[in-house]
């Protein structure tokens, strides 16, 4: 029997390891990426889309002021983008919004004052953004009293953009006030996901409450007292007094009488796809 004599191939051992080698480098890399540099990009990513919803709250704002201002009750329709989608390639997640409208009795604007009578009352009704950010903070964007209010958990309240409220200091300090009540349509005041959702807001019937002077207080009850504190104070300085509590802000007289116009109008509010006349 013949012996037979086997040669090794080192080269192709040599090639298989790079082959290996390399693809280990790949996966390091992608390891890297997706554990370090991915969850900054989502971060900003979700950190940018809720200036974007700043923006948006402003901009909705605006355009509620100007259907009070032309009493126009032609709709107008403002965009809100709920969310922000995964990156592809990437484990990533999704960033999801809800908008709901608040309509409670709970939260109010309550104005006592010296003459008899049952003392004049507001309903503070609410329009409500709550992101669930998958890497940034939650937020949540509340338009109030034709306001623009942002909170976060665990975090106070802050008046992003003020409501429509002026203040003439003579020889009263009188408050004017353009107060949006929002309506909520059943069926339509609710929705949840990521995509962009539209808001038909229309302009309905207001009044005009005037009380000249002997104000006891004004007291707004809500969930975000130091943003009213805060707008307030700015508005008025060291004209009043204040009186904050767990859910209500509360202003008296100083040295001068106080002195009230409230003008109170109502917005229907529609939220999503689909409109109902």
């Known amino acids: 029997m013949k012996n037979k004599k086997f040669k090794e191939e080192k080269q192709a051992v040599a090639g298989v ?10 996966a390091i890399v992608l390891s890297t990426i997706q554990l370090v540099y991915i969850p ?18 402003s901009t909705l704002k605006s355009y509620i002021d100007l259907q009070a201002i032309t009493q126009s009750d032609a709709p107008i329709f403002s965009m809100i983008t709920l969310g922000s989608r995964e990156l592809p390639y990437f484990i990533t997640a999704r960033a ?7 309509d409670t009795e709970k939260w109010n604007i309550s104005i006592d004052y010296a003459q008899p009578g049952e003392p004049f009352f507001y309903k503070l009704t609410s329009l409500k953004y709550e992101a669930y950010n998958s890497y940034f903070v939650d ?39 353009d107060l949006p009540i929002i309506v909520g349509t059943p069926g339509k005041n609710l929705t949840y996901g990521y995509g962009k959702c539209f808001i038909r807001t229309n302009w309905s019937q207001g009044d005009l409450d005037t009380i000249l002077s002997g104000i006891d207080s004004i007291k707004i009850s809500t969930q975000y007292p130091n943003a009213w504190n805060q707008s307030l104070y ?8 204040y009186n904050v509590g767990d859910n209500y802000v509360e202003i008296t007289k100083k040295s001068k009488n106080i002195g009230i116009n409230v003008e109170y109008y109502y917005i229907t509010v529609q939220i999503g796809p689909g409109w109902i006349n």
């Open 96 to 102: 999801f919004g809800e908008i709901t409208i608040e």
């Open 17 to 26: 390891i790079e082959a290996l080698l390399l693809v280990a480098l790949v």
């Open 139 to 177: 937020q949540s964007y509340i338009l109030e009293g034709g306001g623009v209010i942002v909170t976060q958990p665990n975090g106070e309240s802050v008046m992003r953009v003020d409501p429509s409220i002026t203040v003439e200091n003579e020889t009263i300090i009188t408050i004017n006030f």
């Open 40 to 57: 900054d990009v989502m971060e900003q990513r979700e950190a940018e889309h809720m200036d974007d919803i700043s923006n948006q709250f």
């Open 234 to 241: 700015n508005l008025l300085g060291d004209n009043v007094n």
